[in-house]
């Protein structure tokens, strides 16, 4: 069995009193696009930094491709792509500057690996005289995708990418980013956003600095037990403060346009929801059963023991 193209265990990382990872650990399989999923400050950024041998860990071990982050960073930095999530190209040099610029650093030329970004500079390269800084949101990430892939990296490793970016620039980044996997690379991505977990292989739901859970997205939604609802009505603060209050509920939050609500009980029906609230006052609701989604999980695992009723995504 080959080794993993990224594994790391025992990572810890600390800035001051703030513990930013908590021991984590992780395998990524050569080929894979692997998503790592939670909300801002729950460690994404710091474990992609030690990964990318940019910081250091604490304590623990970490390899990439086959070698220790530690011991082999100069060598990892030739073999890896990195974008962070903060745009960190030059903002005074052209688009094709830019691009020419980190093709010199890692000794190659954008003649000699244009195959591998062609798809995605070729959108950008109507405007490859402005300067980086002008560019919108959406084309800044394509020239730092441009960028970090100029060098033929074996691994990619792409922070919140999608951050900020419009709905139809994030749907054409994933498109990219699939066509990329096709080629055999491997993609490490993290995002806040929990409907792109669907467009990964393999997902890791992080929480203050440790992995709550980590499967295929299809199974973490699979792993969800109990009982959830949608549930819709009119005056929704007062509709949310009545399913609180319902004997044996789990967990309600606002999601989209309606309410989940969750039991731990595996066979509650739509009507005693609709009776608690009818005795509550609130009579008006209308209660569907579905089926859970990543957020759901994400949501389900981070709930703290016995609080049962509160939201913790912030």
Sequence with gaps: MSEAAVSAEGLTRSYGSAQALKGVDL?????????????DGAG???????????????SGTARVDALDVVKDFREI??????????????????????????????????????????DIYRQIEPFKN??????????????????????????LFLDEPTTGVDPVSRKEFWDMLARLK??????????????EAARC???????????????????????YRGSLFSVKGADRYRLLRALRGIPGVRSAFPFGDSHHLSFDEENVSPERVLGALAKAGYGN??????????????????????????????
């Design 44 to 58: 994404k950024t710091t474990l992609f930094r030690i990964l990318v041998t940019v910081l250091l860990a604490d």
């Design 77 to 118: 930095r030739r073999r890896v792509g990195y974008m962070p999530g903060r745009f960190s190209l030059y903002q005074d040099l052209t688009v094709e500057e830019n691009l020419e610029f980190f093709a010199t650093v890692f000794g190659t030329t954008i003649k000699e690996n244009y195959d591998l970004v062609a």
């Design 201 to 223: 292989d393999r997902i890791a739901l992080i929480r203050d600095g440790r992995f709550l859970q980590t499967d295929t997205p299809a199974s973490v939604s699979d792993s």
């Design 27 to 39: 395998s990524v399989n050569e080929g894979e696009l692997f998503g790592i999923i939670g909300p």
């Design 130 to 155: 402005r300067r980086a800084g002008a560019l919108s949101g959406g084309m800044k990430q394509k020239l730092a995708l441009s960028c970090a892939l100029i060098h033929r990296p074996r691994v």
């Design 285 to 314: 609701a209308v209660v569907r059963r579905i089926e859970a989604s990543v957020e759901d999980c994400f949501l389900n695992l981070s709930l703290p023991a016995g609080s049962g009723k509160e939201s913790v995504w912030t």
């Design 182 to 195: 096709a080629t055999g690379m491997t993609v490490l991505v993290s995002t806040p956003y929990m409907d």
